[in-house]
């Protein structure tokens, strides 16, 4: 990331010959909106990661997904790109596939429209336990993974009767 700002400053220093002229918003406008038409380096790099993400979930066969299922697996596999996790807080390497799922995971927080009650627990930078999230599989196998799965009342104990038996 830190790359991709150097690189953009360069190039608008080259641009304008010194410090910026106008906004980024403006150079990256198409010409009928008097920009430059001048692509949004972050922008694009963000949609070539995003479209991994999007080969990964197909059901093509590609050498690398066993590898990024492998390292995903303590975590839930694919399940994991569905939760609201922070990627700092793991450590997965390569850093090719760390900043795909860091990208994955920004892309997803722009578009988050689930309420509170429906958030995913596991892997959830908001939900931990001595200062990490948490993940685990006996509960998310027992379809225990949204808050709203922790609701007790003494009407239905269901959810009590899986998190006992399960943990």
Known sequence: MEFIKAFQTIMFNFLWKGPD??????????FGF?????????????SVWISWI?????NNFYPW???????????GGEFFLHCDYNIDDYNIFPIFYKEMLHWWS??????NL??????????????EVNSKPIFYNNYNSANIVL???FKFDFSNTESFNLAKHNS
């Open 21 to 30: 002229k106008i906004t980024t918003t403006e150079v990256i406008n198409d």
């Open 34 to 46: 008097g920009g430059l038409k001048v692509t949004h380096l972050t922008t694009s790099i963000m």
């Open 54 to 58: 999007r080969r990964f979930l197909s």
């Open 65 to 75: 997904k066993a590898h990024l299922l492998h390292l995903l697996k303590p975590f």
């Open 106 to 111: 920004d892309f997803c927080f722009r578009f």
């Open 114 to 127: 689930v309420s509170p009650c429906e958030t995913i627990i596991w892997n959830n930078h908001n939900i």
């Open 147 to 149: 808050l709203s799965n």
